[in-house]
């Protein structure tokens, strides 16, 4: 029952190189996110995912990129990792979207430490 | 745009103190509202959920939550908090118009002295 995983849970990196961060879901949920999480600005979404092959921004997505080629994961790719992309990056799933369905909680994995110097 | 509101930033409590953390939402339709909770070195695990009937939730840990339609609020309570309830507090919603996103609070930190 591994649930969420994220990967790496550290990282260093040089400012304009490409980083990516990986998370993978064992319970097939349907919705994937990521976060970041900064001092003072608690959690923003960065970009999310309503199914394989389906993706859409969130609050804060420039700079990032990522794909969900299966549904079981949704790897966060920084393409020139900037000084001010250091954070603490938080993936979710959900298992539902409409309000009429019970179960919609999200899940978060235990979060990658990116550091860019 | 939906958006969710935490006033308290920082709350220091002794222990066995009565908490009350606030969290307002802004939006007009149905809604469904969510604490989260982060204990420090951890990552966020639900504490207790909304999505219709009883007002009044209970959650984990002897939480429990009051959703207050008219107000557009859904305050966290603890009658008597212990040193382990030191976390960071987010309040999160869900709305019929946002494809399944949450807007989260930008999170109230619990700090319990022993």
């Known amino acids: 029952d591994a649930g969420i995983t994220q990967s790496p849970r550290y990282k260093i990196t040089e400012t304009g190189r490409q980083v990516t961060l990986m998370c993978h879901q064992t319970?097939?949920?349907?919705?994937m996110f990521w976060y970041r999480q900064d001092l003072g600005h608690g959690l923003r979404l960065i970009y999310y995912?309503?199914?394989?092959?389906?993706?859409d921004k969130g609050e804060v997505p420039d700079g990032y990129v990522v794909s969900r080629s299966k549904t079981e994961n949704f790897p966060l790719t920084l393409e020139s990792a900037t000084r001010s992309q250091t954070s603490v990056y938080f993936c979710?799933?959900?298992?539902?979207?409409?309000?009429?369905?019970?179960?919609?909680?999200?899940?978060f994995g235990p979060g990658t430490r990116l550091t860019v110097t | 745009a939906q958006s969710v509101s935490q006033h308290n930033h920082h709350v220091i409590l002794s222990e066995a103190a009565s908490l009350e953390l606030g969290c307002n939402y802004s939006?007009?339709?149905?809604?469904?509202l969510f604490w989260y909770v982060q204990y420090p070195g951890q990552h966020l695990q639900l504490l207790l959920k909304?999505?219709?009937?009883?007002?009044l939730v209970k959650g984990i840990k002897g939480f429990e939550a009051e959703f207050i339609k008219s107000k557009f609020s859904f305050n966290l309570r603890k009658p008597s908090v212990q040193w382990s309830d030191t976390a960071e507090y987010f309040c999160?919603?869900?709305?019929?118009?946002?494809?399944?996103?949450?807007?989260f609070g930008d999170g109230t930190t619990l700090t319990v002295k022993p």
């Open positions: 999160a919603v869900i709305t019929n118009t946002n494809a399944g996103k949450s807007t």
């Open positions: 939006y007009g339709g149905t809604v469904n």
């Open positions: 979710a799933s959900s298992s539902a979207t409409r309000l009429a369905e019970v179960s919609y909680e999200q899940y």
């Open positions: 995912s309503a199914a394989a092959d389906i993706t």
């Open positions: 319970w097939s949920h349907s919705y």
């Open positions: 909304y999505f219709s009937g009883d007002p």
